[in-house]
């Protein structure tokens, strides 16, 4: 029922604002209070008020109606009677509830309070449905409150449970007044969700109606032989039962899960809005319920939309070879985002072993990302960024750190994150400069303008010619002097700013010469950590400083927290920059030198970073003495 979603604003400040067809899924992802819920909530009030709402995130919802027959047909199921003193031509009496579950509490209580009725007129509603695509503020009003709102249903967490709890029979001559009861009529229906609560718990869902008053679910080790053994009421019937299991003795997962389906199945909604439907479920049985909703969306001509913080939901629905929409949404530093994210793309990430291993997915909950080219490099990065964050010295909040095997896959990880529009920087030893080929697919990877590859690779080919092999590994650009080490830092800073970090002593294990640690890889790593400390109180321990590491990692949350960074797209440079003659650099002012450099000897091949091999240390501030 909904044909597209205009939301207020685009993937970044000044973008068109992102306008979608909805398909059967629609998933919202991103960090914590990026707006995800919101965006929900806000879809029920524009449906409730008639577009009458103050939205934030949700400008307008285009809506796609059915013929008036089905209208009429939907309208019915859900009328009470005819009004007094009405035809059934003209009026119907439906309730207006907005969950399942609140109805089912109220009746299952007994609770005095009367049940909200209203009144349909059912020609004025087809008469406004026939300007939906173009409709007045009170059409769309009639549109709204009259059909939409009686189905659409938001789940949150309570409502969730709820739609498993005991619901009212009504009596078989008159319309159910909640999705059990529509389902008890359903055989087929009941039947689809038996076949997926057995795939997913070896369980099979009835409806149980022998209390009389009130139709209950439970939960048989064996499918019912026929119709008349579910639902006659009889001895028969009384002892299947009886075997079965109260579905309120299950877990809250089994209870989730099954609600959540047996409301789709039912027909009884068109349009849900579920918030965290992973909650309460374990991995495998998330990845399930995102692929069966998304196929019985489909099945039903329904719209769900949903906010997760669940890559396994994610690709479930993604896997389940149906129309999905994911959205990723952001809001920091007061400005909000929404992008689109290709679903094949997704699916592509997760065929790959190495993406999938590193958990690649689930970056696209957090802030942004920090790529290191080992898992070495990114415990220690990350428990730098920690304390910097515990210490209130900055670093980058909210991020994930994630490694690849090597210095070569990082770029298959940090261009499909940026393309997701999630800020990934790349962390690399310095020895990233001693191949022509890698460099250049790095500068692809981060969106680098083509044309600042010749020039840069031309100073890379340049100091690659003064920097000794050996110095890549022990001192990096604090070797060198003059104009040349001039001219490594005015690189390495071009790099930075499109989030591509190299260690300008060398490598990981240059950081903190002053606590005397030799070594590579876990090696080091385990030496270095337990000379840091562990205990904050303890006077040995490392607190965050303005050099060296602490630096270093700032500039790398400095890129991710930045707004308008560089590097997250396609960016197009004018002719005039790349034709002008450049003005003549201030005094003092390292400048690039683009004289072709001669041929060298071809280069050897990389030490294997985790032999284990004592060095000598250079002075407390991680520099060798400088050669010219």
Known sequence: MLKSVALRFGAAEGDEPLRFTPGPMTVFVGPNNSGKSLALREVEEFIGSGGDSPRHIIRKLGIRLPSDATIEQMLRSRALGVKDGATAENEITVLRLRSPGEYSRRRATDTAEPLVEATIDIAALLAAAAHVDHPTDEELDIICRDLLALFTLRLDGQTRLALTQPQAAAARAANPTNHLGVLFRDHEARARIREITADAFGLYFVVDPTAGSHFRVRMSERAPLDNDEEQAADDRSRAFHGRATDIAEMSDGIRAFTGLTAALLSADYRIMLVDEPEAFLHPPLTRKLGRRLTQLAAERGANVLV???????????????????????????????????????????????????????????????????????????????????????????????????????????????????????????????????????????????????????????????????????????????????????????????????????????????????????????????????MDPSDGTYQRPGTSGVWRFMQRVAGWIAEPRRKGMREESVPVQRQLARPEPPEPGVPVLSLEPAPEVEPEPAPRDRDRDKDRDRGPDDGRRQAVA
């Open 307 to 533: 906010a997760t913080h669940s890559p396994d939901f994610v690709m479930g629905c993604v896997t389940s070879g149906h129309a999905v929409n994911i959205v990723r949404l952001t809001h920091r530093h007061g400005i909000p985002g929404a992008r689109m994210l290709a679903a094949h793309q997704l699916e592509a990430m997760m065929r790959d072993p190495l993406l999938r291993s590193t958990g690649v997915l689930g970056a696209m909950f957090h802030e942004g990302a920090v790529v290191c080219e080992a898992d070495a490099d990114r415990v220690y990065y990350q428990e730098i960024n920690d304390r910097m964050l515990a210490h209130r010295s900055g670093g980058a909040d909210g991020c994930v750190f994630l490694n690849a095997q090597n210095k070569q896959t990082v770029r298959r990880i940090i261009r499909p994150l940026r393309e997701m529009g999630l800020p990934a920087a790349a962390i690399l030893d310095l020895d990233l400069l001693k191949g022509r080929e890698d460099f250049r697919d790095l500068l692809h990877a981060a969106f680098v303008p083509q044309v600042f590859w010749e020039p840069w690779e031309q100073s890379r080919r340049l100091l690659h010619q003064k920097m000794n092999n050996a110095h890549y590994k022990d001192g990096g650009i604090y070797r060198l002097n003059g104009e040349a080490r001039d001219q490594f830092e005015l690189l390495l800073d071009n790099l930075a700013e499109y989030g591509v970090f190299l260690v300008p002593a060398g490598e990981l294990e240059c950081w903190m010469p002053e606590l005397g640690v030799s070594g590579h890889g876990p090696e080091w790593l385990t030496q270095v950590f337990n000379r840091m400390g």
